[in-house]
Each structure stands twice: as C-alpha cells, then as structure tokens.
C-alpha cells in the first residue's frame, strides 16, 4: 500500500517540546516504518487467535529500544519526561496500528507503572524480559460485571492471605496480551477486608490459571484479548504492589497514565485518517475540478487539523503533567475523550471522501485498499476501553462542579 505524505509536518509545529522526546519520535517512526509497517495490514485483518499474535512487529519495536523508554536508567532509557515519550510513541505506532498501540499501551504504560509498586528484586527480574520482548505483560482489572464502574465491592476475583502470601480465585475478562503472556498484573478484592482491593503479580504458568480463548472482536485484532480464569492460584508475597489493601490506588495510578496513552492513539489514528483524506481530496478530480477545490471538504479539513491539533496538545500536557509529579486526573480525561472522538469523526468522513473505496477492504478486479475500512473498525473501541468516554466526561465534571453534587 502506498505511503502518502505527513500533513503534520507542515501545519503541526514543535513549539516546547523537549529535545528529547522529538528524538524518541523519530527514533520511533523509523522502528514503526521498518519493523511494523511491513506487517500492519494483515494485522488488521487476521483473525484473532494465540498464533496470531503479532510477535514479529512486538520484539522489532523492543529491539529498537522502544520498550525502554518508560523506565528510568537502571532499566531503560532514563528519560527526564518518560511519559510524554512514551506516549509520543503510542502516537506514531497507532498512526500505522491501532491495535498494536493498544499492545504497547499494556506493555509500556499500564503495566509499568504497577511494576512501580514491585519489589526492588521482583522489578530486577521482570523489567529486563518486558523490556527485551522477550516476555508479553498483561494488566487485568475488569471482569464480566466490572468495568468502568471499578470499585473493590464490585470485583469477584478474590485474594485470599495465607501463611506465604496469597490464594487468588476469579475471572477477568478482555485481558490485552493473556494469550501469549508470562505475568499479568490483577486486581482483587482483599478476602481479609472486603471493601479494599489488592494488586498482585501473578505468573501465567501457575498452576491453577487458565487462558480462555481469544475474543473475536470487530477491531483491534492484533490486540488480542481473552478471560483468564483463576482457581486458587497461589501467589507469593513478594509479588504483592506496594502493599495489600492499597491495590485500587495501583490500578487507578496506571489506568490515569493508561488513558493519556489511548488519547494518544487516537490522535495518531486520526492523524494517519486526515492524511489519507487530503490526499484524496487533492487526487480524485469530480466535476472538472479536485475533490478538494469544494469549499465543504477545505473548511471540515480545517476543522479535523485543528482537533488533531488540539487533541496532541492535551495529551502532551496531561503527560508532562505526570512527569514533573502533578496530578493530571482531569487532563488525562479530557485526553482520553477528545482524542478518541476525534479519531472516530476523522475516520468517518475520511470514508465518505474516498467513497465505495473507503468502505472497502480490498477491490476485487485491482486489488486496491486504503485501509480505512480497518481503521474505522478499530477508532470505535477507544472510546470504550480503559473507562469509556462517558465515565471520562463524569471525571472531568466532578473537577468542574464538585463531588458533592455530581457524587
């Protein structure tokens, strides 16, 4: 599939970006061009299963040192702003592949972040193999009942103390990475106090655990999820977060930075949907003029560029927010919800520009494809995951007019 150009680079200006982050971009688009680019299409179309898991793009990213840019030197890249790198990343890997930055959402933002919480000899165990690539990470807080409603009341899946450390048992639903994973980090109700919840890093081999099979979903296929089902899976406890009963101040830690990673996204997708729109709108004559000589399409162009535009910006101060150790609740959903929206609107009228062709997969006769088809299925599930832009816009309401009227 052809490449057409970056409209960013020439309306989409680095006013205070740091040096640092600008760098991990093109460091970045060039790992995504050579090692994801090749294998984005048929990501996008594959059905769902454990063989599909899209190993080949994974461990290239890694490899590139991609995987490093969260963590500090120790570990990683030790970067003075990681998380607006690290988002900067998630941008340009969905600007290809939705779902494959929905993969690294879980690998390099979600699940670092509770590796935070680690212990000091459990952190130099796993950081290497997550940074490597060498092992796939999942992050698991919702089940069948709970999802953006995330109270410890709600969870089913139970920790339970023993003399050693803990005995989980439960199910958790639409776990990014189950499949192929070596260790997710879970979310449980504390069986010694039920209205407090424990974070805990389980191993996927444990005996006990079991890997439903993948869910066949509308989008996001190189994302694959599945249940993970636990029965009295025993977990040591050194492999606690931070402490017991303080777990949903461990998952809502991560899922805050999680949502400025999907705001990213989807800024990236929108930005790959405007670009493959201006150049249809600069190719397709109709009427004895180019498409884009309509006023319609030159002003709703315009519109899209300044959301986009927007919407980078929000997620960049969100992140930069956490870097310099502010809180950023309000600004992480105001990312998650405005950048995902933009991409679902973007998409939809770059199918209505390119027409049949927009809606199709493949033409038949040529062979022909713009991917939009694949992209449009993909921006739907970022308004959903990680708290759907509903629970995103009550978040920023309770900032606006106070928890004690809007509860």
Sequence with gaps: MPTVPRTQDRVSHDVWLPAETIEVRERARKAVTTHLAPYAREIGQRTESPESFPWAAFRGLAAEGLFAVP?????????????LATCTVAEEIAYESSSMAGVYDGQCILVPQT?????????ARLIPELVSGATAFSFATTEPETSSDLTAERLSTV???TATGFVISGR???????????WVSVLCRDGKNGGRATMLLVDLTSPGVTIGSPDLKMGHRGQITADIVFEDVEVPANQVLWEAGQGMRVALS?????????????????QAALDLAVERLRSRHVFGAPLGA???????MAKHATDIEAARSLYQKAALLLDKGHSAEPEAAMAK??????????????????????????????????????????AKILEIFEGANELQHWIVARHLIGRDVTG
């Design 71 to 83: 963590f500090d030197a120790e570990y990683g890249a030790g970067l003075e702003h990681p998380m």
């Design 115 to 123: 590796l935070t919480f680690a212990k000091p000899e459990v952190q």
């Design 159 to 161: 920790a339970e103390r």
């Design 172 to 182: 958790k639903r639409w776990i990014t990475n189950s499949v192929v994973a070596g």
């Design 254 to 270: 991560a899922l805050v930075r999680g949502r400025i990673g999907i705001g990213a996204a989807g800024v990236g997708l929108a």
């Design 294 to 300: 309509m006023q319609h399409w030159q002003f709703t």
């Design 337 to 378: 919800a405005y950048g995902t929206r933009v991409a679902n609107d973007i998409v939809r009228d770059a199918i209505q520009i390119h027409g049949a062709l927009g809606f199709a997969r493949q033409v038949g006769a040529t062979g022909e494809s713009v991917r939009l088809e694949e992209m449009y299925r993909d």
